[in-house]
């Protein structure tokens, strides 16, 4: 009953509020999508916090999103044992990196007074789970090894279950305990994500790479107010 | 935009129009959009013109104009950090002080103190800096030797401003310059910021920033600023409503010497980047030949073609600013090295004539014409800095031609300037008669019409192009329908 509530339940909760409640911030608070940057207010520590947290988190991430997608890619490429150890060295390493990433930028807004000043609750809530995330993640990775293969063996398909709408939860049912808080505290974040600053996720300015160097706006129509006469 | 510097008083009424119309809110508190600088001085924020610093504006990297720091390929891997970025500490941190400590302290012997706060963290503040902490230290050692257009001034030069009693400076307000190339555009990643193609004016969509910050490091003025508490950046909007509805903006309406002429010109957009382009000692030139003349018949047939309506062109026809900048070539742009091509000019300033005492009468150190100039106090190497990325030559043309004008007014109303020499002063300056008297007019005579033309916006044509009209009766108002709130 319990593995049904948090591994069916509650992925299915926070995937839908993270979808429902994103699309109508957008539509109707568009304003306060904003990564709220504190730069500004401290421009030192700032770099020793957000750069590694960043970096860190989006590396593991991929690694997540790679395994997620393209399970037997990973699976072919672990089965040689040296590139094992590489997959899983470079996954903890950069999880490692976010984590102090991460207490920098609790540490930062913590102390500095101004940074302190814009920080809200929302902000404090997401900093822990961020900590039990990253910390869990990293304890599964040293206790409990080779998750990156068994991730795409034992966990994906429990998440393609929930994405075809056909929950199975024996996949996640006999998962070490370190592991289901990994789990479990990866959703409260999504469910928890749309109503944060980490809606700025949804709007990195990729456009930048390829949109016109200047961006001038008309009000009016031209060519119809010449015509008009 | 023409700002007349000889005429400029320092009185900050234009700051305080701005400031209390539109940053009076919390996160805004420590913004002045517009702001009036001792010359010289460090300005604000804290030497703002340095590049080597601060990497704003634009440079020219294997024959291409590229932004100096704030390219996709710089902002992109660094957006969790942005090194160029100015914090809090090269502005000021704003405060108030605690008034209500003056009602509420117990009964003592001392008299009640109001300490300063910040009005950041509601902290007790020991204050460092401010607005103007610099205003009127001219020859000050610790603020105006702080002035990057110092550095490679001739040894001499330098002391010749800091003798004390040869000490002059003048003052330079600023606001955004809404420019033709303007780096903060093309450096927003959200594409957040454009420029307005009916007047040019260049506007922050609040709903569009992402608080990526690359803004506030491209603009080499300096004249986009990061709301900390909203988490946007904001800039000086020109005052847009006010001129959409035939207004001057705030703070040309409310300057007390009458500095500043707002008018519109014409120029060809295609050859912004060709113009940019060019040697420093160039940029002034490239950019005046880019602005058209609004009586040349093929301009008129060439702006009909492309949409500009007739009220338009009218308006550009009477702009003081096309006279100022192109007519008589007084108004010069600041820092045109930046290389954004700014569109507001600077006329620059006479310093006070030279003269000594002998035997209780006062007379002129000099019987060369320009000799004022020349040796002014303010010398022309540091305005040529300013205002002609080191090409003096603009500088002079601008100053002797104002001095010029002078003469002859000193010939028509005072008298002792004979007419001769007063004509002879005008055609040294490459000015005529009538020129005299127009430059004359639109300095010290203009009425509001001939310092502000502003073009008609036509906003019933937007409305009507966009929406129907009857949508908009009874709604009121413009900007947030929903409160600026973080999240």
């Not at chain 1, 939860?169 to 959703?187: D, R």
């Not at chain 2, 003052?171 to 454009?194: D, E, F, K, T």
């Not at chain 2, 922050?204 to 709301?227: D, E």
């Not at chain 2, 001095?403 to 004979?418: E, P």
Request: hydrophobic share 40%; glycine share 6%; charged share 20%.
């Amino acid at each position: 009953m319990n593995d049904f509530l948090l591994f069916v339940v509650l992925p299915y909760l926070a995937l839908g509020t993270f979808f429902l409640v994103t699309i109508q911030r957008y539509r109707q608070r568009t304003f306060s999508y904003s990564s709220l940057s504190s730069q500004f207010l401290e421009n030192k520590q700032h770099f020793w916090g957000s750069v590694p947290f960043h970096y860190g988190l989006l590396f593991v991430l991929g690694l997540h999103l790679a395994g997620l997608f393209i399970p037997n890619a990973i699976l072919s490429w672990n089965a040689e044992p040296a590139r094992l150890f590489i997959t899983e060295i470079t996954g903890l390493a950069m999880a490692v990196v976010a984590l102090v990433g991460v207490v920098n930028v609790i540490v930062r807004r913590f102390n500095f007074s101004k940074a302190r000043r814009v920080t809200t609750t929302s902000d404090w809530v997401i900093y822990l789970l961020l900590v039990v995330q990253i910390g869990s993640g990293i304890y599964v990775a040293i206790y409990q090894g080779w998750g990156s293969s068994w991730f795409a063996t034992n966990a994906v398909p429990w998440l393609w279950s929930l994405f075809s709408l056909q929950p199975d939860v024996s996949y996640i049912a006999s998962m070490p305990l370190s592991v289901k808080v990994h789990v479990v505290n990866a959703f409260l974040l999504i469910g928890f994500f749309p109503f944060t600053r980490l809606v700025h996720v949804l709007v990195v300015p990729n456009h930048y790479l390829w949109r016109r160097t200047q961006v001038v706006l008309w009000n009016r129509d031209r060519r119809r107010i010449r015509q008009a006469k | 935009m023409v700002f007349h510097l000889d005429k400029c008083i320092g009185c900050h009424t234009c700051s305080i129009a701005c400031k209390n119309i539109w940053t009076d809110r919390e996160g805004t508190d420590y913004m002045w959009w517009n702001n009036v600088e001792t010359k010289p001085g460090g300005g604000y924020p804290t030497r703002w013109e340095d590049q080597v610093n601060y990497k704003g504006g634009w440079e020219v990297r294997g024959g291409k104009l590229r932004l100096k720091s704030t390219g996709p390929a710089r902002v992109i891997p660094n957006i969790f950090h942005n090194p160029t970025m100015p914090s809090m500490d090269d502005y000021y941190e704003p405060w108030t002080y605690k008034y209500e400590d003056l009602f509420n302290a117990p009964e003592g012997d001392d008299q009640p103190t109001a300490i300063p706060i910040s009005m950041v963290t509601g902290e007790y503040i020991d204050v460092e800096a401010g607005p103007n902490w610099d205003d009127d230290f001219g020859g000050s050692p610790v603020y105006a030797e702080n002035d990057v257009n110092l550095e490679g001034l001739p040894e001499e030069v330098r002391q010749q401003m800091f003798e004390i009693q040869r000490l002059a400076f003048f003052y330079m307000p600023r606001i955004c310059n809404h420019c033709m190339n303007p780096a903060c555009v093309a450096s927003c990643p959200s594409g957040a910021l454009y420029k307005r193609g009916e007047d040019g004016i260049v506007l922050l969509n609040q709903k569009g920033c992402r608080a990526w910050r690359s803004c506030v490091s491209a603009c080499p003025y300096k004249k986009t600023y990061f709301n900390w508490s909203t988490g946007k950046s904001e800039k000086c909007i020109l005052c847009y409503p006010r001129v959409e509805t035939g207004q001057a903006p705030a703070c040309f309406h409310s300057c007390v010497g009458r500095i500043r002429y707002l008018g519109n010109l014409l120029y060809d957009a295609d050859r912004i980047e060709e113009t940019a382009k060019q040697d420093d000692l160039d940029l002034v030139d490239a950019q005046r030949d880019m602005i058209l003349d609004p009586h040349d018949p093929e301009v008129i047939a060439q702006a009909k073609a492309n949409g500009i309506a007739d009220s338009v062109i009218k308006t550009a026809q009477e702009s003081p600013v096309y006279k100022f900048v192109k007519e008589w070539g007084l108004g010069l742009p600041l820092h045109t090295e930046f290389r954004t091509l700014p569109m507001l000019f600077y006329v620059p300033p006479l310093s006070p004539v030279l003269s000594t005492t002998q035997g209780g009468t006062v007379r002129n150190d000099s019987d060369d014409l320009f000799a004022d100039i020349e040796k002014a106090r303010v010398p022309i190497q540091f305005m040529g800095k300013l205002f002609a990325a080191g090409n003096d030559g603009l500088v002079r043309y601008a100053l002797r031609k104002q001095y010029a004008v002078r003469m002859l007014r000193r010939h028509l109303t005072v008298g002792d300037i004979d007419l001769e020499t007063a004509q002879r002063a005008l055609q040294e300056a490459e000015c005529t008669q009538e020129e005299a008297d127009a430059i004359y007019k639109l300095t010290s005579l203009a009425t509001f019409d001939d310092r502000f033309v502003i073009p008609p916006a036509q906003r019933e044509m937007a409305i009507e192009m966009l929406n129907d009209p009857l949508e908009h009766k009874k709604s009121t108002g413009f900007g947030f329908r929903e409160a600026p709130q973080r999240s």
